[in-house]
């Protein structure tokens, strides 16, 4: 089971960055799928969420409004659609996988992941 993550980069506050969590070696659409971030001398912090079955979104606090959680089992992706991003949206961007349906609980839930990428990195700066 690999997760890659990548569409981390560069980006002003107000901008918008996508992000990709692609899968190998198992079909994503059986596994809950979440986002994290860490940012420079934090703890690592839920974002995101998507169930299976039903592809429900779950949302952290910080992310409601302005991200948007996708799947697209086809192509065994789950996406981040980052936008009005902001200064302290900054960080190491990781997604994760546990194959159960997920809820609202696994947003924040760091414990109930077993499989995690390996980052991609989203600076917002002026």
């Known amino acids: 089971v690999q997760l890659q993550a990548s569409g981390g980069g560069f980006v002003q506050p107000g901008g918008s960055l996508s992000l990709s969590c692609q899968a190998s070696?198992?079909?994503?659409?059986?596994?809950?799928i979440g986002w994290f971030r860490q940012a420079p001398g934090k703890e690592r912090e839920g974002v995101a969420c998507?169930?299976?079955?039903?592809?429900?979104?779950y949302y952290a606090d910080s992310a409601k409004g302005r991200f948007t959680i996708s799947r697209d089992n086809a192509k065994n992706t789950v996406y981040l659609q980052m936008n009005s991003l902001k200064p302290e949206d900054t960080a190491v961007y990781y997604c994760?996988?546990?194959?159960?349906?997920?809820?609202?609980?696994?947003?924040?839930?760091?414990?109930?992941?077993?499989?995690w990428g390996q980052g991609t990195l989203v600076t917002v700066s002026s």
């Open positions: 070696g198992y079909s994503l659409d059986e596994y809950a």
């Open positions: 998507i169930s299976t079955t039903d592809g429900r979104p």
């Open positions: 994760a996988a546990e194959p159960t349906k997920g809820d609202d609980t696994f947003v924040d839930a760091l414990e109930v992941y077993d499989y």
